[in-house]
């Protein structure tokens, strides 16, 4: 299709396991964000891509939580060392520029065990 | 602390009944955007307003700016189950930064 697509959709590991979640915004999108949502909440902002630059990172939660972006398109956010606070539904969006709507993503789920 | 702040955050009405969910903030936003969520799928845009004072209506739904650009509402009338979501607002600042209200949850009872 040609909406936002994130894998894996579900993702269930052990208590200090790294993880990667990726994301492939819609075709020709320059902005692309990553999103955590605890269950039924709002969004929790974690970090801003324009292109393959970050302008925007303060919305990680600590070092452990990392992202990238290449080719201006696909994006991974990369968990390390879980912790069971970690879990939440990882949301990705992009969007055609800067102030332009977000185009999201159905999430991947993730369980800390 | 949330820089927008919506309420009420749990609403649940019969079919038929109008209701309306705010959005505030003590801030000014260049566009504020409403996205409706539902379970297992990520939000969907539903409106943009950009302009203070803007209404904007889709069919049952409309959508009002505040004339300072620091709040807004959304007002459902006669309310179906097809509402049934999470409400989000989201506000815009200089430096294309999103601000996501704290959500809506709202259920329709048939």
């Known amino acids: 299709g040609a909406g936002v697509s994130q894998s894996p959709s579900n993702k269930v590991t052990e208590k200090g396991k790294d993880v990667e979640l990726r994301c492939d915004p819609i075709?020709?999108?320059?902005?692309l964000y990553w999103y955590r949502q605890s269950l039924g909440q709002g969004l929790e902002f974690l970090i801003y891509?324009?292109?393959?630059?970050?302008?925007?990172k303060s919305g990680l939660p600590s070092d452990r939580f990392s992202a990238e972006r290449t080719g201006e398109s696909v994006s991974t956010l990369t968990i390390q060392r879980t912790q069971q606070e970690d879990s939440a539904v990882y949301l990705c969006?992009?969007?055609?520029?800067?102030?332009?709507?977000?185009?999201f993503g159905d999430g991947t789920r993730l369980s800390i065990l | 602390t949330q820089l927008l702040e919506q309420s009420p955050q749990f609403l649940s009405i019969q079919e038929g009944e109008n209701l309306t969910v705010y959005c505030n903030s003590s801030?000014?936003?260049?566009?504020l955007q409403w996205y409706r969520q539902e379970p297992g799928e990520g939000p969907v845009l539903l409106v943009t307003?950009?302009?203070?004072?803007e209404v904007k209506k889709l069919k049952r739904l409309t959508f009002q700016f505040g004339d300072a650009r620091k709040d807004s509402s959304l007002h459902i009338t006669a309310a179906q189950p097809g509402d049934t979501g999470l409400y989000l607002c989201?506000?815009?600042?200089?430096?294309?930064?999103?601000?996501f209200g704290t959500g809506t949850s709202l259920t329709v009872i048939p």
């Open positions: 801030s000014v936003f260049s566009s």
């Open positions: 075709s020709g999108h320059t902005a």
């Open positions: 891509f324009q292109g393959n630059s970050a302008p925007d």
């Open positions: 307003v950009v302009t203070g004072g």
């Open positions: 989201a506000g815009v600042r200089t430096g294309n930064q999103f601000y």
């Open positions: 969006a992009s969007g055609a520029g800067a102030f332009q709507p977000q185009h």
